[in-house]
């Protein structure tokens, strides 16, 4: 089996009632690809919409880029291949070993519910290969149903952006619902770590989360891993 991934970015950049742009939270995208580059592991983009993804004004600012993802910011072949993102039909599944969710608000609107992104997850997951997610991002795996009908995330460990962590975002109000608390919904065991915003994975099995922001480059390293025996 080729080792590819798949790597899946929000389309979707408004809150209900805020000027304030959501999107993709670039360093999620940035750190997870940093890791998997340097292992020479080629990867694809695929966003609901297709085309060019919007990324989170907040996630650019200077005080909040580190070096690494400032570098890519700066890396014009890097951001044109953020223009360019395949929709999820054009997407062949048997190319994949693993798939990626990065996160961002966004991500809370146009991630649960696409059909075709399932699919293409489930088959993945079926063939062999590795889900993973990181913050909100994990919404994508709210509603995957493995072939018998269970949720994929039904009695399995599992991470996503924090209860508390939203509260301290300011945000909560703005969003469809709270991941924390619909994670638990499809009968997931929730994990988090001690310290919001401080990475924390979890890995059960050939699935993979992240809670936060700071915690992408910690999932590459356990999917990495876990491509090394597939």
Not at 24 to 37: A, D, N, R
Not at 72 to 79: C, G, K, R, S, V
Not at 129 to 142: E, M, W
Not at 210 to 222: C, F, I, M
Request: proline share 4%.
């Amino acid at each position: 089996m080729a080792k590819k991934i798949l790597v899946v970015i929000t389309s979707h950049d408004t809150y209900p009632e805020k000027k304030k742009k959501t999107g993709l939270w670039l360093g999620e995208l940035t750190h997870f690809y940093e890791v998997m580059e340097k292992q020479g592991i080629e990867m694809d983009f695929v966003s609901p919409k297709g085309g060019a993804v919007p990324i989170d004004t907040t996630s650019i600012k200077k005080l909040v880029m580190d070096a690494s993802t400032r570098a890519y910011y700066n890396d014009p072949a890097f951001m044109k291949r953020l223009q360019s993102t395949m929709i999820p039909d054009e997407v062949r599944w048997e190319d994949y070993v693993a798939v990626y969710y990065t996160g961002g608000h966004g991500t809370m609107w146009d991630f649960p519910d696409n059909n075709k992104l399932q699919e293409i997850s489930r088959k993945i997951y079926e063939s062999g290969g590795v889900i993973s997610a990181v913050c909100h991002g994990t919404s994508a795996l709210l509603n995957i149903r493995l072939p018998e009908g269970q949720y994929l995330i039904n009695d399995r460990q599992i991470t996503g952006f924090s209860d508390l962590e939203e509260n301290m975002t300011l945000l909560k109000d703005q969003l469809p619902f709270l991941l924390e608390d619909e994670i638990k919904k499809r009968g997931a065991h929730y994990k988090k770590g001690g310290i919001p915003f401080t990475s924390y994975t979890v890995t059960d099995g050939r699935l993979v989360t992240g809670q936060n922001p700071q915690s992408a480059r910690a999932v590459a390293a356990e999917v990495h891993d876990l491509l090394k025996n597939l």
